[in-house]
Nanobody, 123 residues
């Protein structure tokens, strides 16, 4: 059974940092691209960042470029999202998702999802 579990969310002040983790199990991790998505109340789910499997390539939403960094540790089956200089508009539930094939920022391209972790940026 393919399982994705997010962790690392929390409450942080504007300008602060968080590192989210996505732990995977139940599938051959290295065959899958992984994406991070977020959904704020009343808004559609949007792509934040994604990373391919082999010779990893990465993509970022324009709103997080230069502040967020995605990386993967295939030995441990974990993908990280380092989030720096957080802003109140980054507040959302963050999800990781997996797909076979190339990495994209479209939520509809992903078949497997975690349950999410809440990130709140507020003073």
């Amino acid at each position: 059974q393919l399982l994705l579990v997010e962790s690392g969310g929390g409450l942080v002040q504007p300008g602060g940092s968080l590192r989210l983790s996505c732990a995977a199990s139940g599938f051959t991790w290295t065959y899958y691209a992984i994406g991070w998505f977020r959904q704020a109340p009343g808004k559609e789910r949007e792509g934040v960042s994604c990373i391919s499997n082999l010779s990893p390539t990465t993509y970022y939403a324009q709103s997080v470029k230069g502040r967020f960094t995605i990386s993967r540790d295939d030995a441990n089956g974990t993908v990280y999202l380092q989030m720096n200089n957080l802003k109140p508009e980054d507040t959302a539930v963050y999800y990781c998702a997996a797909r076979q094939g190339t990495n994209t920022l479209l939520p509809t391209d992903y078949a497997y999802w975690g349950r999410g972790t809440q990130v709140t940026v507020s003073s």
